[in-house]
């Protein structure tokens, strides 16, 4: 289902189609002051230099892009999501080159690792939702290099939250086999996590 357009965004999409270098002059004349107040939003916390790489990748996208707009939103709506896609992408660069968001564990005064907790204020903190998403991602994809016996009894301990008694009784071993196998596959699963630096730790 299409979405009616404003008068002034027809203009620039017949502008962007017929008049090649000053269709998209004039669409960046209309759009760069929303595309800039995307970039800057304090959260993203991106240098100046960044926000220029990420302005530019945006720019690069919507050339792209613009040519297969169906109208099912509105132009700038449209805009929107493209520019935030690529602020995250650029967030989920720096996680994984860890360039410069701070380690998401750290030694409290202790010694012990601990999780950091993230000041949301009355926004989601951009960092700590991709960085999230992709331990998460990293997690399913050590999980699935697991053998079946080792997902399973994961799985039902920590997922199903069943006693070592009922997984006994589910696998038809002895409840000190299901801690035996539950101990040496989380050391399988923490091995792999290990290779990825979102789960790095520090040597003692």
């Not at 960046?28 to 240098?47: A, G, M, R, V, Y």
């Amino acid at each position: 289902m299409q979405t009616n357009l404003s008068t002034s965004d027809n203009q620039i999409l017949r502008a962007l189609r017929k008049k090649g270098v000053e269709g998209w002059n004039l669409f960046c004349d209309q759009f760069d002051p929303l595309i800039c107040s995307i970039t800057e939003w304090p959260k993203w916390n991106f240098s100046e230099e960044e926000k220029q790489d990420v302005r530019q990748e945006i720019y690069i996208q919507l050339q792209s892009a613009l040519p297969n707009f169906q109208q099912k939103c509105s132009l700038c709506w449209f805009i929107k999501k493209i520019a935030m896609r690529q602020c995250i992408n650029e967030i989920r660069r720096q996680i994984r080159w860890r360039t410069i968001i701070i380690p998401a564990v750290q030694k409290n005064s202790d010694g012990d690792w601990c999780e950091l907790e993230f000041e949301n204020g009355n926004a989601p903190d951009p960092h700590y939702e991709v960085l999230k998403s992709e331990r998460l991602r990293a997690l399913t994809n050590a999980m699935n290099s697991l053998k079946a016996t080792c997902k399973t009894c994961i799985t039902l301990f920590y997922v199903r939250d069943l006693s070592y008694r009922e997984i006994a009784e589910r696998l038809g071993v002895s409840v000190n086999t299901v801690g035996s196998r539950l101990s040496k596959c989380l050391n399988k699963l923490q091995s792999e996590l290990r290779q990825n630096p979102l789960f790095e730790r520090e040597k003692p």
